[in-house]
Antibody, heavy 121, light 107 residues
Framework: EVQLVESGGGLAQPGGSLRLSCAAS????????MSWVRQAPGKGLEWVSG????????FYADSVEGRFTISRDNSRTTVYLQMDSLRAEDSAVYFC??????????????WGQGILVTVSS | AIRMTQSPSSLSASTGDRVTITCRAS??????LAWYQQRPGKAPNLLIY???TLQSGVPSKFSGSGSGTDFTLTIGCLQSEDFATYYC?????????FGGGTKVEIK
């Protein structure tokens, strides 16, 4: 059974940093791309970032480009999202999701339960 | 970025009804479109990918169609568990983008 478990969320100050982790199990982790998707309270889904299975290709939404960094450790079957220069508008539930392919174009077929990030002074 | 526009943003329907949700892309995306269901407080669940392919384990009352810029999701014979919010997503090019969502409510 595929499982994705996010951790590392919480309260951060504006301008501060947080690092989210997503521990994966139940599939050959290095063979699949991974994405982070967020949802602000009462709002819709926003794709944030994606990384290929090998980790060599990373992509970002315009809203986080230059502030967030996605990475993965295939030996630990974990994907990370380093969030720097946080803003109030980054407050959201962050979901980790598994892609249907290792790279390129993919839908998201398994999701974690989500973790709350709140940016406030 | 490609803009995805869903309509309606919400709809009211009765158990047993058939409903259709539309999604329009701001430029052609081929068939690189997925549909997700999200119940309150839960993670999204993939229903349809490649515009019309049913994800394993998803009931056949869900169907998708379209290509290029115009897509539809049809839900046949609504049941209580189908009252949720539905999102389309393009994965033709980065950044991937979602539609604003369609909330299906009980009439």
């Amino acid at each position: 059974e595929v499982q994705l478990v996010e951790s590392g969320g919480g309260l951060a100050q504006p301008g501060g940093s947080l690092r989210l982790s997503c521990a994966a199990s139940g599939f050959t982790f290095s063979s699949y791309a991974m994405s982070w998707v967020r949802q602000a309270p009462g709002k819709g889904l926003e794709w944030v970032s994606g990384i290929s299975g090998g980790g060599g290709n990373t992509f970002y939404a315009d809203s986080v480009e230059g502030r967030f960094t996605i990475s993965r450790d295939n030996s630990r079957t974990t994907v990370y999202l380093q969030m720097d220069s946080l803003r109030a508008e980054d407050s959201a539930v962050y979901f980790c999701a598994k892609g249907t392919y290792g790279s390129g174009s993919y839908s998201l077929d398994c999701w974690g339960q989500g973790i709350l990030v709140t940016v406030s002074s | 970025a490609i803009r995805m526009t869903q309509s309606p943003s919400s709809l009211s329907a009765s158990t047993g009804d058939r409903v259709t949700i539309t999604c329009r892309a701001s430029q052609g995306i081929g068939s690189y479109l997925a549909w997700y269901q999200q119940r309150p407080g839960k993670a999204p669940n993939l229903l349809i990918y490649d515009a019309s392919t049913l994800q394993s384990g998803v009931p056949s009352k869900f169907s998708g169609s379209g290509s290029g810029t115009d897509f539809t999701l049809t839900i046949g014979c609504l049941q209580s568990e189908d009252f949720a919010t539905y999102y389309c997503q393009q994965y033709f090019t980065y950044p991937f983008t979602f539609g604003g969502g369609t909330k299906v409510e009980i009439k």
